[in-house]
């Protein structure tokens, strides 16, 4: 079941004003290893990184990104709704091992005004919290989507 995202204090809007999110694979070859896409709920937008890095479990990601279709921003838009308040209390970037075993792992920021957080979260659902299992199942089929 997936519940709001809420911040520490109190809110007038709880969802943050912007999601960076993605999947990423190591031992992988082409264009589509690497998607980080950047959602911007105040101003209803989704952009795709051009970059294509690896990202890194100790800094926030820093890609390059291009506005995508308006049509692409509806397909995700209620993504930060989705996200377990439980995430919020894990301590660490790293949920699981992401890409340990060559299957990949997901990319997942939250951005509300200026305030990032962000966590690489393991494909493999035998390896993270049972709260985190829905939310992968829909960045997996959003992110299939988007491709």
Request: with cysteine.
């Amino acid at each position: 079941m997936a519940t709001t995202f809420l911040m520490a204090c109190a809110k007038e809007n709880a969802a943050p004003s912007t999601l960076v999110f993605g999947h990423f694979y190591g031992e992988c070859s082409g264009e589509r290893c690497i998607e980080i896409y950047q959602l911007n709920t105040r101003a209803r937008t989704l952009a795709e990184d051009t970059q294509d890095q690896y990202p890194s479990a100790t800094t926030p990601y820093q890609g390059q990104f291009v506005a995508r279709p308006t049509t692409d921003y509806t397909q995700v838009s209620d993504l930060p709704n989705l996200i377990p308040t439980q995430l919020l209390a894990e301590s660490g970037h790293v949920i699981g091992q992401p890409d340990a075993g060559d299957w990949g792992g997901y990319y997942l920021e939250l951005n509300d005004q200026g305030t990032r957080r962000f966590w690489l979260i393991d494909t493999q659902k035998r390896n993270i919290p049972a709260y985190l299992h829905p939310l992968v199942d829909t960045l997996q089929s959003r992110i299939a989507r988007l491709q």
